[in-house]
């Protein structure tokens, strides 16, 4: 789990008495158009002969989609290659992360860590941060201090050279400390390839130290840092694209329902930066789908598999944030 502050705006208030009656019938906005059962191919960029027009932005049928969705194929044809696998800069504005041209792509999102491949630590978002390294500092007043690597900044002088390397941590240092000896630990263990030496300096209930010698942080990459993008919550290793039985905690899904991210929502819609981008949002039947896939998934599953619908984790799904 990550820090409180992570994961306590996932859940909104109580569903309203109507969509609570509706979800009894399984309708929502009155009675559904019968909708054709597609003619599936084992490509998913084969069209097929007939599909089936998706209902209104708005609209629930939980039997329609189940008819109309029966296995990832499915989804990634109807749903995400329209938008995400037709050309580049349609569907996540000119990242190649992740990659949503295939139905094995889609599938390989399980488990993977989000945010990958950005330029700038100021835009990796707090479900995707990392765990932390810990430093521990080994003589001198703070001797046996140990706290959670937050972010590595690198400082530099008035010309732009090397001054020292700002870590900032998840608490205060209890005591000011120069030329004092630290560690890095990963699961509890010193890792000497990731740095270490003689040249921590501390302030007093200040929650970072300064490192003034380069070569004891070769490879500040290399330490896992929890708070990159240093909003105060720190992660816990666990955001990833697609998590199985956590639809909401899911990056994947906040990308394209556009909620509990500050980036841009898949697939790109008409805007300054896209103008010719016309691809809608999507809708709370595929919306809804979507989310059962991924709160219903089982160890094992594959693309062979049909979507689960019917599992406690789907309980509260009702195709939107």
């Given at each position: 789990m990550?820090?409180?502050?992570?994961?306590?705006?996932?859940?909104?208030?109580g569903l309203a008495l109507a969509i609570s009656m509706a979800a009894c019938t399984g309708l929502i906005d009155g009675p559904a158009e019968p909708v054709a059962a597609p003619v599936r191919t084992s490509?998913?960029?084969?069209?097929?002969?007939?599909?089936?027009?998706?209902?209104?932005?708005?609209?629930?049928?939980?039997?329609?989609?189940?008819?109309?969705?029966?296995?990832?194929?499915?989804?990634?044809r109807y749903v995400i290659a329209p938008g995400c696998a037709a050309e580049r800069n349609e569907c996540h504005n000119s990242e190649d992360f992740p990659d949503l041209s295939t139905e094995g792509n889609l599938w390989n999102l399980v488990g993977?860590?989000?945010?990958?491949?950005?330029?700038?630590?100021?835009?990796?978002?707090?479900?995707?941060?990392?765990?932390?390294?810990?430093l521990r500092i080994e003589d001198g007043p703070n001797a046996g201090f140990t706290a959670v690597v937050g972010a590595i900044i690198t400082m530099t002088?008035?010309?732009?050279?090397?001054?020292?390397?700002?870590?900032?941590?998840?608490?205060?240092?209890?005591?000011?400390?120069?030329?004092?000896?630290?560690?890095?630990l990963r699961d509890g263990a010193p890792i000497a390839g990731l740095g270490g030496g003689r040249s921590l300096e501390a302030d007093a209930a200040a929650p970072r130290v300064r490192i003034t010698d380069p070569d004891d942080v070769p490879d500040p990459g290399a330490v896992h840092q929890g708070d990159e993008n240093l909003d105060g919550v720190f992660g816990e290793g666990d955001g990833a694209l697609v998590t199985p039985g956590a639809a909401r905690d899911s990056y994947l899904v906040r990308r394209f329902l556009g909620h509990?991210?500050?980036?841009?929502?898949?697939?790109?819609?008409?805007?300054?930066?896209?103008?010719?981008e016309t691809n809608p949002p999507l809708t709370r039947e595929e919306s809804w789908v979507l989310m059962s896939w991924i709160n219903c998934m089982q160890p094992g599953d594959g693309p062979y598999d049909e979507i689960r619908y019917d599992c406690p984790e789907n309980a509260d799904n009702e195709g939107q944030w």
């Open positions: 990550r820090s409180a502050v992570a994961t306590a705006a996932l859940r909104g208030p490509d998913a960029s084969v069209p097929d002969a007939a599909v089936p027009a998706p209902p209104p932005v708005g609209r629930l049928d939980r039997e329609a989609a189940r008819a109309r969705f029966v296995t990832t194929t499915d989804l990634m993977l860590a989000c945010n990958q491949g950005l330029g700038e630590r100021t835009e990796v978002e707090g479900l995707c941060e990392a765990r932390g390294d810990e002088d008035a010309d732009g050279d090397f001054d020292h390397y700002e870590i900032y941590l998840d608490r205060p240092v209890p005591a000011g400390q120069s030329d004092g000896d630290f560690v890095f509990g991210t500050d980036r841009v929502r898949m697939p790109l819609g008409t805007s300054a930066d896209n103008p010719t």
